[in-house]
């Protein structure tokens, strides 16, 4: 006996992935939650630098005036954004498709996003660092990067590249050298 069916269409749902990098940048930032001002306004954030060295001192005696601490600043001035991604629908649309509106609201915010994502490799690109790395990629060069940080635990540290210098450094004869000893002893 055969079925009987009716006629019908299948109805398949899936969305193009909008997001630019799978990079998750906000691990690399600090969020700053009292940035709390109107869209377009200027807001300076100062950055505190404290120099001065300890001495060891006699009982009763003061500290002398070139072993005083001092403190300065770079302010930098910083324009309030208000970000935002608008869709429009009709309740006729997600009636006819109920997905519509899961769909928009995941592309409204994997464009926000990229945007953001943008504007943090662009003010990365705007930043000088006096811990990077000069001159070539390379082994002696991240050991020495390291030794600037002075830093006792190196576990949290990482090293932003592109897969071209990934490749480059693996073949670094000082990098093979020193995973040599971990492959021996991991297996």
């Known amino acids: 006996m055969a079925n009987t069916v009716y006629n019908n269409f299948v109805l398949e749902n899936k969305a193009t992935d909008l997001l630019t990098t799978k990079v998750n940048a906000r691990t690399l930032m600090t969020i ?14 100062n950055t505190y630098t404290y120099t001065g060295e300890a001495e060891t001192l006699a009982v009763g005696a003061g500290s002398t005036a070139n ?15 208000r970000l935002q991604q608008a869709f429009d629908y009709y309740d006729e649309d997600a009636m006819k498709d109920n997905l519509i509106v899961d769909y928009m ?3 409204a915010s994997q464009v926000m996003a990229n945007k ?8 990365i690109a705007t930043t000088t660092t006096t811990h990077g790395i000069t001159g070539d990629l390379n082994y002696d ?13 190196e576990g949290g540290l990482f090293l932003l590249i ?18 040599l000893g971990e492959v021996i002893y991991n297996g």
């Open 32 to 45: 700053d939650n009292q940035l709390a001002e109107s869209a377009g306004m200027k807001k300076t954030i």
């Open 67 to 81: 072993k005083r601490g001092s403190i300065a600043y770079v302010g930098i001035d910083y324009t309030v954004n």
């Open 105 to 107: 609201m995941d592309g």
């Open 116 to 123: 953001l994502t943008a504007d943090f490799y662009t003010a």
């Open 141 to 153: 060069g991240i050991v020495d990067a390291i030794a600037k940080l002075n830093t006792e635990d």
């Open 162 to 179: 592109n897969p071209a210098e990934k490749a480059m450094l693996r073949k670094d004869e000082d990098y093979k050298s020193a995973q």
